[in-house]
Every structure is written in structure tokens, then in C-alpha cells.
T-cell receptor, first 117, second 117 residues
Framework: KAGVTQTPRYLIKTRGQQVTLSCSPI?????VSWYQQTPGQGLQFLFE???????NKGNFPGRFSGRQFSNSRSEMNVSTLELGDSALYLC??????????FGYGYTFGSGTRLTVV | AQKITQTQPGMFVQEKEAVTLDCTYD???????LFWYKQPSSGEMIFLIY??????QNATEGRYSLNFQKARKSANLVISASQLGDSAMYFC??????????????FGKGTTLSVSS
């Protein structure tokens, strides 16, 4: 079956702009999580959605937001971009918010690499 | 305090040799899961192996095995018979509160593995 699809793969934005990233989970998966990866901070959890509801949120400013649609596709939005938002943004899906395949684990997409200039 | 500690920033190994990547964790939960992911330069996080806190036997998946020492809070990844394609960044991760919804993966800083011929 198709994996987790993230679009676009690469983005270059200017400071102050906003950006929307998209994630299509594995068919049948209802839980989608987002992670930010930077060289300095490593992998950090942004938020998790399940059945269109945000279940958990990481320690990020309000400029970072997300949503999930009825077909489980998810988007995350970053407003008023800062240079420090340059990162690889990874999306991961699971079949449920509790149990699931891979022993409660996640299947990740290839990420969107965002560069803010 | 860090929840996941990977003390080896880089490891070097020759083809066909075995290599152990270290991971220690910190949690007060009784129910948790430990994961190892591989991240090649393409950016995608590839699931390798999972160990549940109640699993009595060490997990194995092909050339990958997890040396789980619960009392020491250690979950080292062992790769047998290294291959050139194993060169990548390796992340240890933990998910606490497995019975709860929305709990996130917590990642270590990663270990870069380089396999030479």
C-alpha cells in the first residue's frame, strides 16, 4: 500500500511569510503526527491529530498550527516565518491513536524541507 | 533531564562486521515502547525495530536486534553483518503511556553510522 505522502518536498520562503505543508497518511490510518527536525534541537514533536481532533501538542509557539480533514489528510501551517523555522518537517501516521501496527509506532513520510531566507 | 540518550555521535564499522548503537532512556511509566529508526540522507524515517516494556524477549527483525536491559534502562540496537547501505543516522525513540491517546515519540539526538568496504 502507498506510504505517507508529504508535499511539497522542498520549500523556500521569506521571513514573515506563512506556509502550509500537507500530509496524506497511509490509507486507513486515522492518526497523524508532525515533527520538526533541526540540527540544533533534533526531532521535536509538534502535534498529533486523530479523527480531526488535536490530541496532543508540543511546546511550540502559536504560529504553528495544524488541522486534519475527514479523510485523515492533515495540514500544518506556520505563520510569520522566522529564520529558525528552517527545518525538515516530518509527518507520521498510525492506524489508531493507541494501538496499531509496528507496535504502537509510526510510519513516517519523507518530509518537507523548509528553508526560510 | 534527557529522556533518551544516545552517547555516540558517530560510529564507524567495516562491512560484514556487527555494530552496537547505544541508547539509554528515562521514564517513570510502567508501560512504554522503545523504537529504533533509520534516517538516510533522503530524510525519511524508516522503522527498524520495536520493544515493549512488558516484552520478556529481546526483539529481532532480520539483521537488527534490540538488546533490552530494563533494569539498566538500556535499549541498544545491534546490527549484524553491516552493509554499505546501513550508512545513515539512527535514532532511538520512546513512547510513554502506551494505553493513552496522543502521546508522542521522544527521540534521542541520533548516531551517525558509517560503513566502509
Amino acid at each position: 500500500k502507498a506510504g505517507v505522502t508529504q508535499t511539497p518536498r522542498y520549500l523556500i520562503k521569506t521571513r514573515g511569510q506563512q506556509v502550509t505543508l500537507s500530509c496524506s497518511p497511509i490509507s486507513g490510518h486515522r492518526s497523524v503526527s508532525w515533527y520538526q527536525q533541526t540540527p540544533g534541537q533534533g526531532l521535536q514533536f509538534l502535534f498529533e491529530y486523530f479523527s480531526e481532533t488535536q490530541r496532543n501538542k508540543g511546546n511550540f509557539p502559536g504560529r504553528f498550527s495544524g488541522r486534519q480533514f475527514s479523510n485523515s489528510r492533515s495540514e500544518m501551517n506556520v505563520s510569520t516565518l522566522e529564520l529558525g523555522d528552517s527545518a525538515l518537517y516530518l509527518c507520521a501516521s498510525r492506524s489508531s491513536s493507541r494501538g496499531g501496527e509496528f507496535g504502537y509506532g509510526y510510519t513516517f513520510g519523507s518530509g518537507t524541507r523548509l528553508t526560510v531566507v | 533531564a534527557q529522556k533518551i540518550t544516545q552517547t555516540q555521535p558517530g560510529m564507524f564499522v567495516q562491512e560484514k562486521e556487527a555494530v552496537t548503537l547505544d541508547c539509554t532512556y528515562d521514564t517513570s511509566d510502567q508501560s512504554y515502547g522503545l523504537f529504533w529508526y533509520k534516517q538516510p540522507s533522503s530524510g525519511e524515517m524508516i522503522f527498524l525495530i520495536y520493544q515493549g516494556s512488558y516484552d520478556e524477549q529481546n526483539a529481532t527483525e532480520g539483521r537488527y536486534s534490540l538488546n533490552f536491559q530494563k533494569a539498566r534502562k538500556s535499549a541498544n540496537l545491534v546490527i549484524s553483518a553491516s552493509q554499505l547501505g546501513d550508512s545513515a543516522m539512527y535514532f532511538c525513540a520512546m513512547r510513554e503511556g502506551l494505553s493513552q491517546a496522543g502521546t508522542a515519540l521522544i527521540f534521542g539526538k541520533g548516531t551517525t553510522l558509517s560503513v566502509s568496504s
